[in-house]
């Protein structure tokens, strides 16, 4: 995790500077300062998403009651070996000029195992062995590797943060640092990072390294050249391997409307795939996942979204027989997306599979899966050209089946 300076220079040095998490610290003071008195042996389990002080209130806490800390993070420490070398020497020893120790085991969610074996069954003995309280951190604890560690743990869930506990804590920085920001734009701020108190406090940061006056405008920006970014490393993911292992993790970070990630694809598809061969295999899987679209839409088969995404991944990612090393930079669409959502986005395919239909002698739909090929083969001019003749395109139709 990278910090930045605001998020070092406005890090909580005691939890009365936490915000948002009251009633939570209440919890996490009484059984640190109970730990020991009670028969059964609990860790502290704080969960909640990213940037809301989980890791924070710990270290706070630690300096306020002159405790040490031994922090480990489970995400660098995958293994059973890797944390046992760590935690143990600590569990054992006597803590420096005899002071109390808290152990903090962060972003647990990385651990590798499941609940029999890994490091999972490392963390619950150390919890049974440990003189000293073991405090564990994580975003969604709720997978079922972790049901014998919940069973173990005072569960403490941290909220995102509300916008107006934000954005006032956002204004006063915004004294302190003599930028000047209106309302609409610290909302906008606070909107954007749902919660997340250090994304927000980076974005601040780095719109106000070139601009000491903000309004919403330079917010929303950010926010347009953050989507794109995210959504470019995604087809990087889809377009650049042939593991369908990593194509199927391409959209689990993004945030993003599926019609418009289905517009990007569809967007860049023939700039990445020059083999006709795998453009046309390539086409053939979207228009498969435009199916299952139609019978989202018809039928309400919301489960259709998992083979969805399947498709427009690795089923995208394995149309292609070899990688094409070329640098290609991806576009957004041209084409405006409110107009594809309004049942715009296959009128060109459907409207000229119809005239494929009537020409061939053949139903709609059979012309329709056709088209990928159709449009492949029409990259070569004077094919498009006699196509366009015998089918009688219009001139959008046509430019349409050449992209």
């Known amino acids: 995790m990278i910090s930045s300076q605001f998020t070092n220079k406005y890090k909580p040095k005691?939890?009365?500077?936490?915000?948002?998490?009251?009633?939570?610290?209440?919890?996490?003071?009484?059984?640190?300062?109970?730990?020991?008195?009670?028969k059964i042996k609990k860790a502290l389990l704080i969960y909640g998403p990213?940037?809301?002080?989980?890791?924070?209130?710990?270290?706070?806490?630690?300096?306020?009651?002159?405790?040490?800390?031994?922090?480990?993070?489970?995400?660098?420490?995958?293994?059973?070996?890797?944390?046992?070398?760590?935690?143990?020497?600590?569990?054992?020893?006597?803590?420096?000029f005899s002071k109390g120790k808290i152990i903090l085991i962060d972003e647990i969610d990385g651990i590798s195992g499941n609940q029999d074996k890994g490091g999972i069954p490392s963390i619950i003995n150390f919890i049974e062995e440990s003189p000293y309280p073991i405090i564990l951190t994580a975003n969604d604890p709720w997978d079922q590797k972790f049901n014998n560690l919940r069973t173990k743990s005072v569960m403490v869930e941290y909220k995102a943060i509300s916008v107006i506990v934000?954005?006032?804590?956002?204004?006063?920085?915004?004294?302190?640092?003599?930028?000047?920001?209106?309302?609409?734009?610290?909302?906008?701020?606070?909107?954007?990072?749902?919660?997340?108190?250090?994304a927000a406090l980076n974005d601040l940061e780095n719109i106000s390294s070139t601009n000491k006056n903000i309004n919403k405008k330079h917010i929303e920006e950010t926010s347009e050249r953050e989507r794109e970014d995210t959504i470019i490393n995604a087809l990087l993911k889809i377009f650049k391997t042939?593991?369908?292992?990593?194509?199927?993790?391409?959209?689990?970070?993004?945030?993003?409307?599926?019609?418009?990630?289905?517009?990007?694809?569809?967007?860049?598809?023939?700039?990445?795939?020059?083999?006709?061969?795998?453009?046309?295999?390539?086409?053939?899987?979207?228009?498969?996942?435009?199916?299952?679209?139609?019978?989202?839409?018809?039928?309400?088969?919301?489960?259709?979204?998992?083979y969805i995404y399947d498709i427009l991944s690795a089923g995208i990612a394995l149309s292609k027989?070899?990688?094409?090393?070329?640098?290609?930079?991806?576009?957004?669409?041209?084409?405006?997306?409110?107009?594809?959502?309004?049942?715009?986005?296959?009128?060109?395919?459907?409207?000229?599979?119809?005239?494929?239909?009537?020409?061939?002698?053949?139903?709609?739909?059979t012309a329709f899966y056709h088209i990928p090929y159709i449009k492949a083969l029409s990259k070569n001019k004077k094919v498009i050209d006699k196509l366009s003749e015998e089918l009688k395109l219009e001139e959008e139709e046509k430019e349409w089946l050449k992209k």
């Open 14 to 38: 005691k939890t009365s500077e936490i915000i948002g998490q009251n009633e939570q610290l209440k919890i996490i003071k009484k059984e640190v300062s109970e730990y020991g008195k009670k």
């Open 50 to 96: 990213s940037g809301t002080g989980k890791t924070s209130t710990i270290h706070a806490l630690a300096k306020e009651l002159d405790l040490e800390i031994i922090e480990v993070n489970a995400s660098d420490s995958r293994n059973t070996e890797s944390l046992e070398s760590k935690i143990l020497p600590a569990i054992k020893q006597q803590s420096l």
């Open 166 to 198: 934000m954005v006032n804590h956002l204004k006063e920085i915004c004294k302190k640092e003599g930028i000047n920001i209106d309302d609409d734009a610290l909302n906008a701020l606070s909107r954007k990072n749902q919660g997340d108190l250090r």
């Open 242 to 306: 042939k593991d369908p292992e990593i194509a199927l993790k391409a959209f689990d970070n993004i945030d993003e409307d599926i019609d418009k990630i289905f517009l990007w694809i569809d967007e860049n598809i023939s700039k990445e795939y020059t083999k006709e061969e795998d453009l046309a295999r390539a086409y053939n899987e979207l228009s498969e996942a435009d199916v299952y679209f139609g019978r989202i839409k018809r039928w309400q088969y919301y489960r259709f979204y998992a």
């Open 321 to 365: 027989k070899e990688k094409n090393t070329s640098y290609i930079q991806y576009k957004p669409t041209s084409r405006i997306l409110k107009t594809w959502i309004a049942n715009q986005k296959n009128a060109k395919r459907k409207a000229i599979a119809s005239k494929l239909a009537v020409h061939t002698h053949t139903s709609t739909k």
